[in-house]
């Protein structure tokens, strides 16, 4: 069972370039969502998706944006990468109360 | 001020003894309440919830939540250093589907 699986584990942009990290749970629940961690700062949500079809801002959207492609999978894209978005990024995912993270991805802005 | 605040320590406490972590939240309709541990370069993983008040336990460990003071606190009994790691606390609001807001964590080096 691969519960929630990230990917890339590890990733480099230069200013400006865009990319997207990848999501996808096996667990058949019907809300992800995209978290940031900077030290110090604990997690702070950027996106969620309660079900297939919707997407809502969460603390800090600005800088990116979300697709819910079918229920197993959960995207975040960042259009144009800046420095300030250097940070570890978690996707979990929930069926009621308890959240799985998937094994994060650390993106550096340089 | 923040809606899940913990100290972020660094607190260290000898093997064997008890570990206190402490969080506190400022919205009154938080309803259920996580503690996550977290080891370095890895993700969270739950470890206890609570949805009342009082304690519950769980082997070596204890959550205690106080609804009227807005508190919830986990005990770590006999710590070992397999303990070490950051404690995440987390409040879920009624009736939100953003699910989880979290505190910034409290960072735990149990010393052998």
């Known amino acids: 069972n691969a519960g929630v699986t990230q990917t890339p584990k590890f990733q480099v942009l230069k200013t400006g370039q865009s990319m997207t990290l990848q999501c996808a749970q096996d667990m058949n629940h019907n809300s992800m969502y995209w978290y940031r961690q900077d030290p110090g700062m604990g997690l702070r949500l950027i996106y969620y998706s309660a079900s297939e079809g919707t997407t809502d801002k969460g603390e800090v959207p600005n800088g990116y944006n979300v697709s819910r492609l079918n229920k197993r999978e959960f995207s975040l894209r960042l259009e144009s990468a800046a420095p300030s978005q250097t940070s570890v990024y978690f996707c979990a995912s929930s069926w009621g109360s308890e959240a799985f993270f998937g094994q994060g991805t650390r993106l550096t802005v340089v | 001020q923040k809606e899940v605040e913990q100290n972020s320590g660094p607190l260290s406490v000898p093997e064997g003894a008890i570990a206190s972590l402490n969080c506190t939240y400022s919205d009154r309709g938080s309803q259920s309440f996580f503690w996550y541990r977290q080891y370095s370069g890895k993700s969270p993983e739950l470890i206890m919830f609570i949805y009342s008040n009082g304690d519950k336990e769980d082997g070596r460990f204890t959550a205690q939540l106080n609804k009227a003071s807005q508190y919830v606190s986990l005990l770590i009994r006999d710590s070992q250093p397999s303990d070490s790691a950051t404690y995440l606390c987390?409040?879920?609001?009624?009736?939100?589907?953003?699910?989880?807001?979290f505190g910034s964590g409290t960072q735990l080096t149990v010393l052998p």
């Open positions: 987390a409040v879920k609001v009624r009736g939100s589907a953003r699910q989880l807001t």
